[in-house]
């Protein structure tokens, strides 16, 4: 299994960007669909976006217009772009992969997750 590790969490005002990025390290990354969840308090957790290994792309109905999600097949890394942030993006977001090439945004398609980072939007 791939090993995911999610960085670039922290305080953020709302209004402001902020990139996450999660580095694979023990698998062929390019072959990977890579997907973004955020856990928001009292919330399950829920899909935000996810890239397939072909690069097409699919931003789910809270990010839309605000998030991209990208990745880097050389570096490994997947990336979450977020602008326009508000308050109710406060939560843990998780990286995720699945080897599944025809489902991406569905949490039980995805069998390697990254450890949380959590991002804190200021009002």
């Known amino acids: 299994q791939v090993q995911l590790v999610a960085s670039g969490g922290g305080l953020v005002q709302a209004g402001g960007p902020l ?3 999660c580095v694979a390290s023990g698998g062929t990354f390019s072959r990977y669909t ?3 969840f955020r856990q928001t ?3 399950e957790r829920e899909f935000v976006a996810a890239i397939s290994r072909y ?12 998030f ?3 990745r880097d097949n050389a ?6 772009q977020m602008n326009s942030l508000k308050a109710e993006d406060t939560g ?3 990286c995720a992969a699945s080897t599944d090439p025809t ?3 569905a949490q039980n398609t995805y069998n390697s997750w990254g450890q949380g980072t959590q991002i804190p939007v200021s009002s």
């Open 92 to 94: 843990v977001y998780y």
């Open 103 to 105: 489902v991406i945004a």
């Open 41 to 43: 308090p009292g919330k």
């Open 34 to 36: 890579m997907g973004w």
């Open 68 to 70: 991209t999600i990208s």
């Open 55 to 66: 690069g097409y792309t699919y931003v789910g109905d809270s990010g839309k217009g605000r």
């Open 75 to 80: 570096k490994n890394t997947v990336y979450l």
């Open 19 to 21: 990139r996450l990025s």
